[in-house]
């Protein structure tokens, strides 16, 4: 396996996946670069040994093509962040990408249009009616898993080496994350972000320092089983925050009045309990909380224990004495990952968990711990307070994030290993 920091970029083309999947305004500014400067130093390794550039990307999820999907719109973001000219191929197939390609020069980049406006990049079959036959929808899958290969064929043919630099997607076996990599054998490689994310992720599941603590928040029990069970395996602490805490506590015979609670996954938050008790995992679930008697920004609170919060009220965010808990669990240890507020942490009155969750995790990655932060909710939290350079790693990864700390392999990456 080939590596971005060793190869000869000198005089090759390189073909870069990256995921400039970004957030546009309405008349299609780019709102949010975090994706685009994360790429950044991938693009300029390239460039400064003599290489030139092919991009590629998808944006948003068009059903055909379309210039409200276009990558057209981010050029200048790109510009701007990389300090050079993009060149733009109005398509990534066909036979004016396949000349742009050619007749780049050391230095020049060059943009292909959204991938995703092809079927063949995630394999799956569009314009079926609804009402067609399981024997009509497997032909189509089958015609284009078929037109994949061209259409795989056709990226490879426009360059020499190709670069995964796209971790937040590297969990979708895709043409572009996945299928590729055969055409470069010995010229295959992680970006610099992708390396990152890897030696992240692997620091917390594969060599951690101990003591090993892992905060989880978000609403729903249920799409964090698979982590929770993974990780009870590597870690010694494990705070249990959000939405998803009331689970357990109702399956403990608690009173949680209105919150959130998906009893049909009450069995297993006991079965995760009792595994934790037996593995010598201590769970820290909030103490006490801020509870409210409507889901609104400007509704009454009161904060009470977590298991006797009145009918009529929800427990919104965490309350000051678990904080203090919390804080000492952190402070004490030496690895920590976060994924999930601790609250409703999109209204104001209730992000008072979340932020201090920020605060704890800078204060101890200053003390020297390893800090590791993914996911929607807590990396905008750490963004918003000016810490993301704050701690250790923050995770561009989302579901791929995710899908790794379950455990499993993510095509993306094995594509590159193999």
């Known amino acids: 396996m080939q590596n971005i920091s060793t190869y000869d970029f000198k005089g090759k083309r390189a073909i870069v996946r990256v995921d400039f999947n970004v957030p546009l305004s309405?008349?299609?500014?780019?709102?949010?670069?975090?994706?685009?400067?994360?790429?950044?130093?991938?693009?300029?390794?390239?460039?400064?040994?003599?290489?030139?550039?092919?991009?590629?990307?998808?944006?948003?999820?068009?059903?055909?093509?379309?210039?409200?999907?276009?990558?057209?719109?981010?050029?200048?973001?790109?510009?701007?962040?990389?300090?050079?000219?993009?060149?733009?191929?109005?398509?990534?197939?066909?036979?004016?990408?396949?000349?742009?390609?050619?007749?780049l020069k050391a230095g020049q980049v060059l943009l292909l249009e959204n991938l995703r406006f092809y079927a063949e990049e995630e394999g799956k079959p569009r314009g079926l009616a609804e009402d067609a036959s399981e024997k009509e929808k497997k032909a189509a899958k089958a015609a284009v898993k078929e037109s994949q290969k061209k259409f795989t064929a056709t990226l490879a043919s426009y360059a020499d080496c190709y670069i995964n630099d796209a971790f937040g997607t590297a969990h979708r076996a895709h043409a572009s994350t996945t299928l590729i990599a055969a055409h470069f054998p010995n010229d295959k490689m992680y970006g610099c972000l992708m390396e990152g994310e890897i030696k992240a992720i692997d620091k917390l599941l594969v060599s951690p320092e101990h003591p090993v603590t892992a905060i989880l928040g978000g609403a729903k029990v249920s799409g964090k089983i698979a982590i929770i069970e993974h990780l009870l395996d590597k870690v010694d602490?494990?705070?249990?925050?959000?939405?998803?805490?009331?689970?357990?506590?109702?399956?403990?015979?608690?009173?949680?009045?209105?919150?959130?609670?998906?009893?049909?996954?009450?069995?297993?938050?006991?079965?995760i309990l009792r595994k934790a008790r037996d593995k010598g995992v201590k769970i820290y679930i909030s103490e006490d909380v801020v509870a409210a008697d409507a889901f609104d920004n400007g509704a009454n609170t009161k904060i009470c224990p977590v298991d006797r919060i009145p009918d009529g009220w929800r427990g919104m965010d965490v309350g000051p004495r678990a904080l203090e808990t919390w804080q000492k669990v952190i402070m004490d240890s030496k690895t920590i990952l976060w994924n999930g507020p601790a609250g409703v942490f999109e209204m104001p009155a209730f992000a008072n968990g979340t932020l201090h969750l920020v605060e704890f995790v800078a204060q101890a990655t200053?003390?020297?711990?390893?800090?590791?932060?993914?996911?929607?909710?807590?990396?905008?939290?750490?963004?918003?307070?000016?810490?993301?350079d704050k701690v250790s790693y923050v995770s561009t990864g989302g579901g791929a994030m995710l899908e790794y700390l379950e455990g499993k392999v993510l095509p993306g990456i094995q594509a590159i290993r193999e």
């Not at 994706?35 to 998808?58: D, F, W, Y």
């Not at 409200?68 to 191929?89: C, D, M, N, W, Y």
């Not at 805490?245 to 079965?271: H, N, V, W, Y």
């Not at 200053?366 to 993301?388: E, N, P, R, W």
């Open 366 to 388: 200053a003390k020297g711990s390893f800090s590791l932060v993914g996911g929607g909710d807590s990396v905008a939290a750490i963004t918003q307070m000016g810490y993301a």
């Open 26 to 103: 309405a008349d299609f500014q780019v709102t949010d670069n975090t994706r685009i400067r994360a790429a950044i130093p991938t693009l300029k390794k390239v460039l400064e040994q003599g290489g030139s550039l092919i991009l590629m990307s998808h944006l948003g999820r068009p059903k055909k093509a379309e210039d409200t999907f276009s990558l057209r719109h981010i050029i200048a973001e790109i510009e701007k962040q990389l300090g050079t000219p993009v060149l733009f191929a109005p398509d990534c197939m066909g036979k004016k990408a396949a000349q742009m390609a050619a007749a």
């Open 237 to 271: 602490n494990m705070i249990i925050g959000g939405g998803m805490s009331f689970t357990f506590i109702k399956a403990r015979g608690g009173r949680i009045g209105d919150s959130l609670c998906e009893e049909d996954q009450m069995p297993l938050a006991l079965g």
